[in-house]
């Protein structure tokens, strides 16, 4: 494995009053008059730039895309312009073509036509193409976003208050809150997951009380299309029917995602957006392997990049850091057992990517 470089968390102190402009009460706990302080986001997302970002939100004057911007290597490897989301208006011809030339997740090689299309087909109002149920531009100040990996450093962490202060969280596959609240957090505005690691993980944690996948009314939804099971699943879910096909034949999208099957609840991260990720951010040496095929960031490094993409400041929980040997696979984890290095994802790349992001003041990530 790669030797890590070990950061100094004494440069890297969390914000103290990291809550919304929007909430109506900081969380408890923060201190009085923080609301009026900028000093402590200006440390962490350094000094306040003149010029706007490449999204036009001119009243965040701590958004990411500044850091983006002053940033030697990742002002080459942002686009901020890219789509995020898949909906039915970006689909033609010439998007079939292209993306008939890459498998799953990166495309649609080998897929059925009929599966695709009726199923983006279904994604056609203006909220399936973009996160957040608001137009950002109607938003007054920075969009803060929580993406919250399972990562053991977790346990113990007492991060929960800080999490749900964000404007939005992220969570995802084996994500248990119940008798985690403390350190977790409780709120969760997207649960993000492909049908496989969703199953698995429904398999694999529910000794430790990962029962049901997160539902309410707020949530959304946000399917990685890393095989044919994710759109039959996506497209069941909106019609409200069983799976008609293929391996999750006869599932119920309910028992998963709950009553509401509106096609809001659902959104659909886009190929293209998965290989510039594995293009730009994360292009490991296993892509030259004979793993190639079975490479993929991992479903965190998704969601973290997604906020990214979306969000205006983003806090990472629950991620590889340079001291991981010191936590347990998951902060859920019973018995302390060692983070793995499975062959499908590279996190060793991930977690220099990570600290890289942390250090260039475009994601704050939460290190012990
Ligand atoms: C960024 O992405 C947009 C949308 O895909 C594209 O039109 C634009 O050319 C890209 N910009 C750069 C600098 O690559
Ligand atoms: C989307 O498609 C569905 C089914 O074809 C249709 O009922 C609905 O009116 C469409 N919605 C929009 C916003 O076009
Ligand atoms: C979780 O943290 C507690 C102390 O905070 C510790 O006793 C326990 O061993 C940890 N669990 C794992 C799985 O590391």
Request: proline share 5%; glycine share 8%; aromatic share 12%.
């Amino acid at each position: 494995g790669e030797e890590l470089a070990f950061l100094r968390p004494e440069r890297f102190k969390a914000p103290s009053c990291f809550y919304s402009a929007r909430s109506a009460v900081p969380p408890s706990g923060s201190k009085p008059g923080c609301r009026n302080s900028t000093s402590s986001s200006q440390a962490f997302f350094g000094p306040k730039a003149s010029n706007s970002g490449t999204r036009k939100n001119l009243l965040c004057q701590h958004a990411l895309s500044l850091a983006v911007q002053r940033h030697p290597r990742f002002q080459n490897l942002f686009n901020l312009s890219t789509p995020v989301l898949l909906s039915g208006d970006l689909f033609t011809q010439q998007l079939w073509d292209s993306l008939s030339q890459h498998k799953a997740p990166y495309g649609w090689q080998g897929l059925s036509h009929q599966a695709i299309t009726s199923t983006l087909s279904l994604l056609n109002g203006s909220e399936s193409t973009r996160l957040f149920a608001v137009s950002r531009e109607l938003l007054p100040g920075c969009i803060r976003c929580a993406v919250v990996g399972n990562g053991g450093i977790l346990n113990g962490s007492r991060q929960g208050q800080n999490i749900d202060a964000h404007d939005y969280v992220f969570r995802l596959n084996g994500a248990v809150i119940k008798g985690f609240e403390n350190d977790v957090g409780t709120k969760i505005s997207f649960y993000g997951f492909t049908v496989n690691t969703m199953k698995n993980s429904l398999i694999s944690y529910s000794n430790v009380g990962f029962t049901s996948v997160p539902q309410g009314q707020h949530l959304r939804y946000i399917f990685i299309p890393s095989d044919i099971r994710d759109y039959l699943m996506l497209r069941s879910a909106i019609l409200g029917v069983p799976v008609p096909e293929g391996t999750d034949k006869g599932d119920r999208p309910q028992t998963y995602f709950g009553p509401d099957s509106s096609a809001s609840k659902f959104k659909l991260l886009h190929p293209d957006f998965i290989s510039y990720l594995r293009e730009r951010f994360l292009k490991s040496k296993l892509i030259n392997t004979k793993f190639g095929d079975l490479y993929m960031p991992s479903t965190g490094a998704l969601m973290l990049l997604t906020a990214l993409h979306t969000c205006d400041q983003v806090s990472a929980y629950g991620f590889i850091t340079s001291n991981y040997q010191k936590f347990s696979d998951h902060y859920f984890d019973r018995m302390k057992k060692p983070l793995i290095f499975y062959a499908n994802h590279d996190l060793s790349l991930e977690a220099t990517l990570w600290r890289d992001l942390h250090k260039a003041g475009i994601l704050w990530l939460y290190q012990r």
